[in-house]
């Protein structure tokens, strides 16, 4: 998990590590008495277990999606709260195939985000992964998409903020992982497009870890997507009985309906009603 990697783990050192650190890690002592902004401030954090930027290009290949829809429709689930998940896009370069990116996501007022960004990345299966804090971005409204339809974001920190100014390469790749981030978010209020489970960790063991001096095991939401992926299709089956009823139907159906049938397949899709007051996707099941 990049979230208790960064927490506890080997990372490059930035000025605002304090601030994200306030909001992912656990507090010593629960007070029952806090008030809900205090309550706010602590992250919920939710771990996707698929390659969300993979599946998102495969869509949008696929015509299942519009970036657009994406960045229309993307509601924030919660004021704060935490998402990470592992990527092959983009990688393969430096002997790194596998990518770590997570972000910190907060409400600021009434229509302003803050997104910190952290990448995870190990270079040899031998040595340890290494996690950094890479961006603050800033959005002045939500969701993101702009007038023109376009995402448009401010960057207040980033560790390469100078190659930005003078390298388009360089903003590309940033627009396109916080393209990334966002389609996450998306996707976490979409509860038809996956199975979720909280992962908890029991007093005993939180008390042995302790006991071995070792920091505390971070409880977060697992998220496994069933979208872009084969699934098993049955189909009814008739009692031994009534085959010769099923025969008869087969005769009445007349070839045209069939062929169409067998090969009218439409795949899992969103539908974006970016017109409606909000904006909102619905997720489409195969037919």
Known sequence: MLAQHWLYGKRAPTPYDGYLQSRLELPDKFNPHSSVA???????RIVFT?????????MNDNKQLTFNGVLSSAHL??????LEYSTRVGMGYDDIEVGHFGALVQRI???????????????REDEEMVSTLTHIIRFDQWPPANKDKQ???????????????VNDRQIAELSSIVL?????????TQPRCYTDEQVKWKASHAAKRAKSNKPPLLEYRKIR??????????EHRPATGSLSNTSALRDVEDDASVQHRRYHKVMGHFRHYTKHDPPRSVWIEAH
Not at 180 to 188: A, K, P, T
Request: hydrophobic letters at 45%; one cysteine or more.
């Open 38 to 44: 205090i309550l706010n401030k602590l992250a919920e």
């Open 180 to 188: 990334e981030l966002i389609f996450g978010i998306f996707l976490v």
């Open 225 to 234: 997507l069933h979208i872009c992926k084969p699934r098993k299709q049955y």
């Open 109 to 123: 007022g009434t229509s302003s985000v803050r997104m910190i960004c952290v990448t995870g990345l190990k270079v």
């Open 77 to 82: 689930p919660y004021d704060c709260f935490w």
């Open 151 to 165: 995402m448009s974001f401010a960057v207040d920190y980033a560790f390469n903020k100078k190659a930005l100014y």
């Open 50 to 58: 698929d390659d969300v930027p993979s599946i998102l290009y495969e």
